[in-house]
């Protein structure tokens, strides 16, 4: 069964391109993201949960007979997580369970000799594609197409799969250039984000709850609009800044020295968009408690009194919030409640996520704080929840923009797969 989007559009899954073309000793160009959080000095791959997901797609497409050529890429040339993927193909091989080769060329004539050679079952790994520096440039899926990049390497390949979604929200050549000239499909990862996403449009999945939390002010506010423009939250429950915006939008006080700090973000110019949204009746709460502190003390202090600096919000703000996650049929979670890295502000975060996760909701969590959460409580593999793999590409989506990634594989779905 292909993914379906949002706008009706249809994605071809591993199962449908097997049916069509047959993947049994194909060679087939794999994209993932395996972009891994890097410990600077030493180069160890601090993270690597995307390696592990990842590896699912990968041994699949090598059981059943695929040759298989992964590519991803890791950092921004300058950075310092701007490596090379040897260690990267060190744990996809620990993790699939059969050698993985790893080379260190993406285009060049050691590369395409490493494909050419490759027998099926096998799986090689293509160094960082960012050392290719068409791989920096955002363009078209059709200039793409025509990249040197794609021209090098896509005459050695049967079919393109992507299952990259974090990287979906970009629109380079690894991404968007290959689909306009193989046969293509999602990946096991992709699908599943896919799958899960979907059901933020089924009108069976209500109520729907949103708890909107973190630092990222801007990008949250975009996503509350879309949600209201589209009618698709039935409770918006905030957290962190977002919620300090609101409150403050609302009229009421959040102490000086919250309202200075607010400023200094550059947030409070987004006053009047949070205002406008709450006159059309945006269904959103905001906090009535926080945790504080007040020359490093940690106090609980009520809205309307509010002394010290905000890092958390307070208990009676959890329970409020526990309650309306009960009646919930799908929960979205993304940005922490607090300060999580403090040790002392992470109880607003933990006890939210436990609230959705002994609902009876299906649950989609996004953002690496509340993922490494999930991962304390040992809650990853619980049949109603969705870790998602995405950052910006989930916010943009959730933002309600088309990805790049998403569109090129639809436009190849109509050039290829012309009866889904």
Same mark, same amino acid.
């Given at each position: 069964?292909?993914?379906?989007?949002?706008?009706?559009?249809?994605?071809?899954?591993?199962?449908?391109?097997?049916?069509?073309?047959?993947?049994?000793?194909?060679?087939?160009?794999?994209?993932?993201?395996?972009?891994?959080?890097?410990?600077?000095?030493?180069?160890?791959?601090?993270?690597?949960?995307?390696? /592990?997901?990842?590896?699912?797609?990968?041994?699949?497409?090598?059981?059943?007979?695929?040759?298989?050529?992964?590519?991803?890429? &890791?950092? /921004?040339?300058?950075?310092?997580?701007?490596?090379?993927?040897?260690?990267?193909?060190?744990?996809?091989?620990?993790?699939?369970?059969?050698?993985?080769?790893?080379?260190?060329?993406?285009?060049?004539?050691?590369? $395409?000799?490493? !494909?050419?050679?490759?027998?099926?079952?096998?799986?090689?790994?293509?160094?960082? =594609?960012?050392?290719?520096?068409?791989?920096?440039?955002?363009?078209?899926?059709?200039?793409?197409?025509? *990249?040197?990049?794609?021209?090098?390497? @896509?005459?050695?390949?049967?079919?393109?799969?992507?299952?990259?979604?974090?990287?979906?929200?970009? *629109?380079?050549?690894?991404?968007?250039?290959?689909?306009?000239?193989?046969?293509?499909?999602?990946?096991?990862?992709?699908?599943?984000?896919?799958?899960?996403?979907?059901?933020?449009?089924?009108?069976?999945?209500?109520?729907?709850?949103?708890?909107?939390?973190?630092?990222?002010?801007?990008?949250?506010?975009?996503?509350?609009?879309?949600?209201?423009?589209?009618?698709? @939250?039935? /409770?918006?429950?905030?957290?962190?800044?977002?919620?300090?915006?609101?409150?403050?939008?609302?009229?009421?006080?959040?102490?000086?020295?919250?309202?200075?700090?607010?400023?200094?973000?550059?947030?409070?110019?987004?006053?009047?968009?949070?205002?406008?949204?709450?006159?059309?009746?945006?269904?959103?709460?905001?906090?009535?408690?926080?945790? =504080?502190?007040?020359?490093?003390?940690?106090?609980?202090?009520?809205?309307?009194?509010?002394?010290?600096? !905000?890092?958390?919000?307070?208990?009676?703000?959890? /329970?409020?919030? =526990?309650?309306?996650?009960?009646?919930?049929?799908?929960?979205?979670? $993304?940005?922490?409640?607090?300060?999580?890295?403090?040790?002392?502000?992470?109880?607003? *975060?933990?006890?939210?996520?436990? @609230?959705?996760? *002994?609902?009876?909701?299906?649950?989609?969590?996004?953002?690496?704080?509340?993922?490494?959460?999930?991962?304390?409580?040992?809650? &990853?593999?619980?049949?109603?929840?969705?870790?998602?793999?995405?950052?910006?590409?989930?916010?943009?989506?959730?933002?309600?923009?088309?990805?790049?990634?998403?569109? @090129?594989?639809?436009?190849?779905?109509?050039?290829?797969?012309?009866?889904?």
């Amino acid at each position: 069964m292909p993914c379906i989007l949002r706008n009706g559009q249809k994605i071809p899954t591993i199962d449908d391109l097997d049916e069509r073309y047959g993947i049994k000793g194909a060679k087939i160009l794999l994209r993932i993201d395996i972009n891994s959080p890097i410990e600077p000095e030493t180069g160890k791959i601090l993270d690597d949960s995307r390696i /592990r997901a990842h590896s699912v797609t990968v041994r699949e497409l090598a059981e059943r007979g695929a040759a298989v050529v992964i590519m991803s890429h &890791q950092g /921004r040339p300058g950075g310092d997580d701007f490596v090379s993927l040897g260690e990267h193909a060190k744990l996809l091989e620990k993790y699939v369970g059969v050698p993985v080769k790893f080379i260190d060329d993406v285009i060049g004539p050691a590369a $395409r000799k490493e !494909i050419k050679d490759l027998r099926p079952g096998e799986i090689l790994l293509l160094d960082n =594609t960012r050392l290719v520096s068409e791989e920096i440039i955002e363009a078209t899926p059709e200039k793409h197409a025509k *990249s040197i990049f794609v021209q090098r390497l @896509a005459p050695l390949f049967n079919y393109y799969i992507n299952d990259a979604f974090a990287t979906a929200h970009r *629109s380079q050549p690894s991404i968007v250039g290959f689909p306009l000239v193989l046969p293509s499909a999602a990946g096991r990862v992709m699908e599943k984000e896919l799958s899960a996403l979907a059901k933020l449009y089924r009108r069976e999945e209500r109520p729907r709850v949103f708890v909107l939390g973190g630092g990222k002010v801007h990008d949250t506010l975009r996503i509350l609009e879309h949600l209201h423009a589209n009618q698709i @939250a039935d /409770r918006i429950l905030l957290t962190g800044l977002i919620a300090e915006l609101f409150i403050v939008a609302k009229g009421l006080d959040i102490g000086e020295k919250n309202r200075r700090i607010l400023e200094t973000k550059g947030i409070l110019p987004l006053i009047p968009r949070a205002r406008r949204l709450l006159l059309r009746g945006l269904p959103v709460e905001t906090p009535i408690d926080f945790k =504080t502190l007040v020359d490093n003390e940690v106090r609980v202090e009520s809205l309307g009194n509010i002394q010290g600096i !905000i890092r958390d919000i307070g208990p009676q703000t959890i /329970r409020v919030y =526990t309650e309306f996650m009960k009646e919930a049929r799908l929960i979205v979670m $993304r940005g922490p409640a607090g300060v999580i890295e403090d040790p002392r502000f992470r109880e607003g *975060s933990l006890e939210l996520v436990k @609230a959705a996760l *002994s609902s009876n909701a299906y649950v989609i969590v996004g953002g690496g704080h509340l993922n490494a959460i999930i991962a304390e409580l040992g809650a &990853q593999n619980r049949p109603n929840l969705h870790v998602s793999t995405g950052g910006g590409a989930l916010l943009l989506f959730l933002a309600g923009e088309d990805l790049p990634g998403l569109v @090129a594989l639809s436009m190849s779905a109509k050039k290829f797969f012309p009866e889904l």
